[in-house]
Protein backbone atom coordinates (compact mmCIF):
# COMPACT_ATOMS: atom_id res chain seq x y z
CA UNK A 1 0.00 0.00 0.00
CA UNK A 2 2.92 2.23 0.85
CA UNK A 3 4.25 1.78 -2.66
CA UNK A 4 1.29 2.73 -4.23
CA UNK A 5 0.64 5.96 -2.33
CA UNK A 6 4.49 6.71 -3.03
CA UNK A 7 3.28 6.08 -6.97
CA UNK A 8 0.79 7.89 -6.44
CA UNK A 9 2.07 11.07 -5.13
CA UNK A 10 4.68 11.25 -7.85
CA UNK A 11 1.67 11.67 -10.29
CA UNK A 12 -0.27 14.01 -8.02
CA UNK A 13 1.23 16.99 -9.50
CA UNK A 14 0.25 16.22 -12.84
CA UNK A 15 -3.21 15.15 -12.00
CA UNK A 16 -4.07 18.59 -11.02
CA UNK A 17 -2.11 20.38 -13.57
CA UNK A 18 -0.84 18.21 -16.60
CA UNK A 19 -4.77 16.84 -17.27
CA UNK A 20 -5.78 20.18 -17.25
CA UNK A 21 -4.24 21.06 -20.54
CA UNK A 22 -1.60 19.01 -23.17
CA UNK A 23 1.75 20.21 -23.43
CA UNK A 24 2.20 22.90 -25.98
CA UNK A 25 4.37 20.22 -28.03
CA UNK A 26 3.01 17.82 -27.16
CA UNK A 27 -0.23 15.52 -28.76
CA UNK A 28 -4.18 17.00 -28.36
CA UNK A 29 -5.75 15.76 -24.96
CA UNK A 30 -7.82 12.26 -26.14
CA UNK A 31 -11.13 14.83 -25.80
CA UNK A 32 -12.43 18.19 -25.03
CA UNK A 33 -14.90 18.44 -21.88
CA UNK A 34 -18.26 18.78 -23.16
CA UNK A 35 -19.23 22.54 -21.96
CA UNK A 36 -18.51 24.55 -18.80
CA UNK A 37 -19.82 22.61 -16.69
CA UNK A 38 -17.64 19.63 -16.94
CA UNK A 39 -14.74 21.77 -17.16
CA UNK A 40 -15.82 23.90 -13.63
CA UNK A 41 -16.16 20.27 -12.18
CA UNK A 42 -12.85 18.79 -13.11
CA UNK A 43 -11.21 22.30 -11.88
CA UNK A 44 -12.87 22.03 -8.37
CA UNK A 45 -12.01 18.55 -8.43
CA UNK A 46 -8.24 19.57 -8.77
CA UNK A 47 -8.58 22.42 -5.82
CA UNK A 48 -10.18 19.89 -3.52
CA UNK A 49 -7.30 17.36 -4.62
CA UNK A 50 -4.81 19.97 -4.06
CA UNK A 51 -6.17 20.73 -0.52
CA UNK A 52 -6.22 17.01 -0.05
CA UNK A 53 -10.01 16.17 0.52
CA UNK A 54 -9.58 13.10 -1.90
CA UNK A 55 -13.43 12.18 -0.97
CA UNK A 56 -14.31 15.54 -2.10
CA UNK A 57 -12.33 15.57 -5.54
CA UNK A 58 -13.54 12.16 -6.48
CA UNK A 59 -17.18 13.36 -6.00
CA UNK A 60 -16.40 16.50 -8.55
CA UNK A 61 -14.24 14.27 -10.64
CA UNK A 62 -16.67 11.59 -11.30
CA UNK A 63 -19.48 14.10 -12.21
CA UNK A 64 -17.15 15.85 -14.98
CA UNK A 65 -16.84 12.32 -16.02
CA UNK A 66 -20.65 12.26 -16.22
CA UNK A 67 -20.92 15.03 -18.24
CA UNK A 68 -17.70 14.14 -20.51
CA UNK A 69 -17.48 9.94 -20.15
CA UNK A 70 -14.67 9.28 -22.97
CA UNK A 71 -12.27 12.20 -21.52
CA UNK A 72 -9.53 10.15 -20.52
CA UNK A 73 -7.83 12.73 -18.48
CA UNK A 74 -10.55 13.46 -16.51
CA UNK A 75 -10.70 9.66 -16.00
CA UNK A 76 -6.78 9.83 -15.16
CA UNK A 77 -7.55 12.45 -12.25
CA UNK A 78 -10.48 10.24 -10.99
CA UNK A 79 -8.17 7.17 -11.08
CA UNK A 80 -5.63 8.65 -9.28
CA UNK A 81 -7.67 10.82 -6.41
CA UNK A 82 -9.46 7.07 -5.74
CA UNK A 83 -5.88 5.10 -5.29
CA UNK A 84 -5.56 7.72 -2.13
CA UNK A 85 -8.89 5.91 -0.83
CA UNK A 86 -9.45 2.41 0.21
CA UNK A 87 -11.78 2.04 -2.78
CA UNK A 88 -8.95 -0.21 -4.78
CA UNK A 89 -11.43 -1.98 -6.84
CA UNK A 90 -12.46 1.06 -8.57
CA UNK A 91 -8.97 2.08 -8.34
CA UNK A 92 -8.51 -0.36 -10.63
CA UNK A 93 -11.11 -0.50 -13.09
CA UNK A 94 -10.56 3.46 -13.72
CA UNK A 95 -6.58 2.38 -14.50
CA UNK A 96 -8.06 -0.38 -16.69
CA UNK A 97 -10.40 1.59 -18.44
CA UNK A 98 -7.87 3.70 -19.50
CA UNK A 99 -5.31 1.46 -20.52
CA UNK A 100 -7.86 0.20 -22.82
CA UNK A 101 -9.48 3.12 -24.00
CA UNK A 102 -6.37 5.35 -23.98
CA UNK A 103 -3.83 6.50 -26.48
CA UNK A 104 -0.88 4.27 -26.46
CA UNK A 105 1.87 6.71 -25.99
CA UNK A 106 -0.27 9.24 -24.09
CA UNK A 107 1.15 10.13 -20.29
CA UNK A 108 -2.80 8.25 -18.88
CA UNK A 109 -1.62 5.27 -20.14
CA UNK A 110 1.64 5.06 -19.63
CA UNK A 111 0.78 6.07 -15.64
CA UNK A 112 -1.95 4.00 -15.52
CA UNK A 113 0.12 0.47 -17.03
CA UNK A 114 2.85 1.84 -14.49
CA UNK A 115 -0.04 1.30 -11.33
CA UNK A 116 -1.16 -1.71 -12.74
CA UNK A 117 1.94 -3.00 -12.49
CA UNK A 118 2.99 -1.57 -9.38
CA UNK A 119 -0.55 -2.78 -8.01
CA UNK A 120 0.25 -6.55 -9.37
CA UNK A 121 -3.11 -6.01 -11.56
CA UNK A 122 -1.72 -6.75 -15.23
CA UNK A 123 -2.54 -10.43 -15.15
CA UNK A 124 -5.21 -10.68 -18.07
CA UNK A 125 -4.53 -7.17 -19.74
CA UNK A 126 -2.64 -8.76 -22.54
CA UNK A 127 -4.23 -8.60 -25.56
CA UNK A 128 -4.15 -11.00 -29.11
CA UNK A 129 -1.15 -9.12 -30.58
CA UNK A 130 0.56 -10.51 -27.36
CA UNK A 131 0.38 -14.63 -27.36
CA UNK A 132 -3.45 -14.91 -27.76
CA UNK A 133 -3.98 -18.18 -29.83
CA UNK A 134 -4.44 -17.14 -34.10
CA UNK A 135 -5.27 -19.20 -36.77
CA UNK A 136 -4.51 -18.23 -40.00
CA UNK A 137 -5.24 -14.14 -41.75
CA UNK A 138 -7.90 -14.74 -44.38
CA UNK A 139 -6.75 -11.70 -45.94
CA UNK A 140 -3.52 -9.84 -46.63
CA UNK A 141 -2.78 -6.69 -44.55
CA UNK A 142 -5.10 -7.75 -42.43
CA UNK A 143 -2.94 -6.49 -39.20
CA UNK A 144 -2.49 -2.94 -40.92
CA UNK A 145 -6.39 -2.94 -41.76
CA UNK A 146 -7.58 -4.68 -38.65
CA UNK A 147 -9.78 -2.93 -35.88
CA UNK A 148 -9.75 -3.15 -32.22
CA UNK A 149 -12.65 -5.55 -30.49
CA UNK A 150 -13.00 -5.33 -26.67
CA UNK A 151 -15.82 -5.40 -23.96
CA UNK A 152 -16.58 -5.39 -20.61
CA UNK A 153 -16.96 -9.33 -19.19
CA UNK A 154 -20.21 -8.88 -16.53
CA UNK A 155 -22.52 -11.15 -14.58
CA UNK A 156 -24.33 -10.87 -11.26
CA UNK A 157 -21.86 -8.86 -9.09
CA UNK A 158 -18.83 -11.18 -9.93
CA UNK A 159 -15.59 -10.08 -9.43
CA UNK A 160 -12.06 -11.47 -9.38
CA UNK A 161 -11.51 -10.08 -6.21
CA UNK A 162 -15.20 -11.95 -5.04
CA UNK A 163 -14.84 -14.90 -7.01
CA UNK A 164 -12.39 -15.55 -9.96
CA UNK A 165 -14.41 -17.34 -13.05
CA UNK A 166 -11.98 -17.65 -15.71
CA UNK A 167 -13.55 -16.95 -19.13
CA UNK A 168 -12.57 -18.29 -22.70
CA UNK A 169 -13.31 -15.25 -25.22
CA UNK A 170 -12.83 -16.56 -28.97
CA UNK A 171 -14.13 -14.69 -32.35
CA UNK A 172 -14.87 -17.57 -34.73
CA UNK A 173 -14.17 -16.33 -38.63
CA UNK A 174 -16.88 -16.48 -40.78
CA UNK A 175 -17.59 -16.68 -44.39
CA UNK A 176 -15.58 -14.64 -46.93
CA UNK A 177 -12.04 -13.22 -45.88
CA UNK A 178 -12.31 -14.27 -41.97
CA UNK A 179 -13.10 -18.11 -42.69
CA UNK A 180 -9.51 -18.86 -41.82
CA UNK A 181 -9.17 -16.38 -38.96
CA UNK A 182 -9.85 -17.74 -34.74
CA UNK A 183 -8.39 -15.83 -32.01
CA UNK A 184 -9.12 -16.82 -28.93
CA UNK A 185 -7.81 -15.70 -25.33
CA UNK A 186 -8.45 -16.48 -21.37
CA UNK A 187 -9.88 -13.28 -19.64
CA UNK A 188 -11.70 -13.15 -15.70
CA UNK A 189 -15.47 -11.93 -15.85
CA UNK A 190 -15.21 -8.79 -14.40
CA UNK A 191 -12.70 -7.78 -16.29
CA UNK A 192 -12.60 -6.01 -20.24
CA UNK A 193 -11.52 -8.39 -22.96
CA UNK A 194 -9.16 -7.32 -26.01
CA UNK A 195 -7.85 -8.44 -29.02
CA UNK A 196 -6.23 -6.09 -31.28
CA UNK A 197 -5.25 -5.98 -35.11
CA UNK A 198 -8.56 -8.15 -36.08
CA UNK A 199 -9.04 -8.55 -39.54
CA UNK A 200 -12.21 -6.59 -40.75
CA UNK A 201 -15.21 -9.03 -41.33
CA UNK A 202 -18.01 -11.24 -40.13
CA UNK A 203 -17.38 -12.82 -36.98
CA UNK A 204 -18.98 -15.26 -33.92
CA UNK A 205 -18.43 -14.05 -31.04
CA UNK A 206 -18.19 -16.79 -28.42
CA UNK A 207 -17.04 -17.32 -24.72
CA UNK A 208 -17.14 -20.06 -22.81
CA UNK A 209 -16.79 -21.04 -18.89
CA UNK A 210 -16.09 -24.42 -17.93
CA UNK A 211 -17.56 -25.81 -21.37
CA UNK A 212 -20.61 -23.93 -21.19
CA UNK A 213 -21.51 -21.13 -23.88
CA UNK A 214 -22.31 -18.46 -21.72
CA UNK A 215 -22.41 -16.23 -25.13
CA UNK A 216 -22.65 -16.55 -28.69
CA UNK A 217 -23.25 -14.22 -30.73
CA UNK A 218 -22.55 -12.75 -34.73
CA UNK A 219 -20.64 -9.41 -34.53
CA UNK A 220 -19.12 -7.41 -37.85
CA UNK A 221 -15.66 -6.01 -36.86
CA UNK A 222 -14.68 -2.80 -38.91
CA UNK A 223 -11.74 -1.87 -40.10
CA UNK A 224 -9.05 0.42 -38.15
CA UNK A 225 -11.60 1.47 -35.78
CA UNK A 226 -12.82 0.26 -31.91
CA UNK A 227 -15.44 -1.80 -32.17
CA UNK A 228 -17.23 -2.47 -28.97
CA UNK A 229 -18.97 -5.62 -27.99
CA UNK A 230 -20.36 -5.99 -23.87
CA UNK A 231 -20.52 -9.18 -23.00
CA UNK A 232 -23.39 -9.38 -20.29
CA UNK A 233 -26.61 -10.99 -19.07
CA UNK A 234 -28.84 -8.99 -21.68
CA UNK A 235 -27.01 -10.90 -24.41
CA UNK A 236 -26.14 -14.14 -22.71
CA UNK A 237 -27.25 -17.49 -23.96
CA UNK A 238 -27.67 -18.81 -20.91
CA UNK A 239 -30.88 -18.10 -18.03
CA UNK A 240 -29.87 -14.96 -15.95
CA UNK A 241 -29.43 -17.00 -12.74
CA UNK A 242 -26.82 -19.57 -14.20
CA UNK A 243 -23.97 -19.82 -12.05
CA UNK A 244 -20.64 -20.11 -13.30
CA UNK A 245 -18.02 -22.59 -12.17
CA UNK A 246 -15.45 -20.51 -10.29
CA UNK A 247 -11.91 -22.01 -9.79
Known amino acids: MRALLAFAALVLTVAITGCQRAPASG ?22 MAQQAYDQAAVKYQAALNEAPNDIPIRY ?10 RREETVEQFRTILYRGDPASFEVKAARDWLANAKELEGIETAGTGAATTGTGTSGGAANGGRVLGQIRWQDITPQKKMVRVNVNLIGGEGETRDVRLGRE ?18 LVAEVGGTPMWDMKVVVQGQKENTFDLTDGNAAVAKDFTPPSD
Open 187 to 204: FKIGRVYEFREVPPGAYR
Open 27 to 48: PAPASVPAGPLTGRLKAEGDAL
Open 77 to 86: ALAVVLSYLP
